[in-house]
């Protein structure tokens, strides 16, 4: 009688359990794979329908690889062929150390095979900034610099003028938008080094001058439309900072639904550090890696960045590094806690099963 009593009593715990508990899963963060983008929009050929290069490798001969490996090329991976007027739709040894050097730039898994991750990566919207370590950058630890290391010149303490083209903006977001993102940007840089930034109404005399454009617009860096390249800007002391009006620019996703929509702070804040002579990082969550998923936004400083950025202009001195320990320990305990507290729920309904059918 009493087991019977505990049967169904243990049977009532577990409907009530079963009707209370809801899976509690951590926000999925999106991996790179899943910024291959399709939409009605018309894109560059070269931005997209690239799963047919999936898995090539040495030896291969892929219809449409030439196109590819202008990529290569445009970021400094790959030479021009020498004997023949254009690239060929083989994948040679020349373009397997292209691929190998392009993982290991970008902290891939090294195959030397256009594996998932790396079509993933090429596909997703970048800087227009080459990543090339052998002709225009001087690479240290993950951070690396413009040839020469180059930095401004200026007095201490230094302060340095930006400007926005009156000629040459975007009327989907409005002006002051657009200005109080460029601060929010400008501030994060010099909160780190000895360096400070004030907007001008001065444009042509800016140090740092800023405008949309769209396709060729002359620096022989043309844009391509929506996605593919968003934005570039030119070593110190040139000050240019350029970005693709094509793009689905925004400043808030809780009022942009596009699925193509690009964040302006992340893209302002990485450009930022190529205007202070930094180059592309191979850590992928430094704010200066060259990729930038549609509707992400990835704004704060990271290690990297800051040493990098630092070594070049020397540091704030109200910066400490614990500070900005602080802050990324905080967000690493914050999704730990997430994922264990997803992980514990999820297992409540298995614990009352085995509890059940055991008693």
């Known amino acids: 009688m009493f087991r019977l009593f505990s049967y169904y009593l243990n049977f009532w715990f577990l409907c009530v359990a079963l009707f209370l508990w809801r899976p509690c899963f951590p926000a999925r963060i999106i991996p790179e794979s899943v910024t291959v983008i399709t939409t009605t929009e018309k894109h560059n050929a070269t931005w997209h329908d690239f799963s047919k290069f999936l898995h090539a490798e040495r030896g291969s001969h892929v ?9 290569f090329n445009r970021f400094g991976y790959l030479s021009a062929p020498e004997t023949t007027p254009n690239f060929t739709d083989n994948f040679d040894s020349n373009f397997e150390s292209a691929v190998l050097l392009y993982q290991k730039q970008l902290g891939l898994p090294i195959t030397g095979k256009l594996d998932s991750d790396t079509i993933s990566t090429i596909v997703s919207p970048r800087c227009g900034v080459s990543d090339s370590t052998t002709k225009r950058i001087h690479v240290t630890r993950h951070f690396a610099y413009f040839n020469g290391k180059p930095r401004w010149l200026r ?12 000629y040459n903006m975007i ?9 109080t993102v460029f601060e929010r940007s400008f501030t994060r840089w010099a909160s780190v080094i000895p360096v400070s930034f004030r907007e001008t109404e001065r444009y042509e005399s800016a140090d740092i001058k800023i405008g949309f454009y769209i396709g060729d617009h002359g620096d022989g860096e043309p844009f391509d439309g929506v996605l593919g390249v968003l934005a570039h800007a030119f070593s ?13 620019w925004a400043v808030d996703f809780d009022h942009d639904d596009s699925r193509v929509a690009i964040d302006l702070e ?19 969550e430094a704010v200066m890696y060259p990729n930038l998923s549609p509707r992400r ?32 320990d905080a967000s690493n305990v914050a999704l730990g806690f997430q994922t264990g507290f997803s992980k514990w729920t999820f297992s409540l309904p298995l614990v009352l099963l085995i509890l059940f059918f055991g008693s």
């Open 63 to 71: 219809s449409g690889m030439a196109e590819l490996k202008k990529f």
């Open 155 to 166: 007095g201490s303490p230094m302060t340095l003028t930006y400007g926005f083209s009156p």
């Open 171 to 179: 009327d989907t977001i409005s002006l002051t938008e657009i200005r």
């Open 236 to 248: 110190p002391q040139n000050g240019r900072f350029h970005l693709d009006a094509a793009e689905n």
């Open 266 to 284: 992340s893209v302002a804040t990485h450009e930022i550090g190529h205007v202070l002579g930094l180059g592309h990082s191979s850590v992928k």
């Open 297 to 328: 936004k990835k704004v704060d400083l990271k290690i990297d960045d800051v040493e990098g950025v630092q070594s070049l202009y020397g540091s704030n001195p109200n910066f400490t590094f614990s500070s900005l320990l602080q802050s990324e």
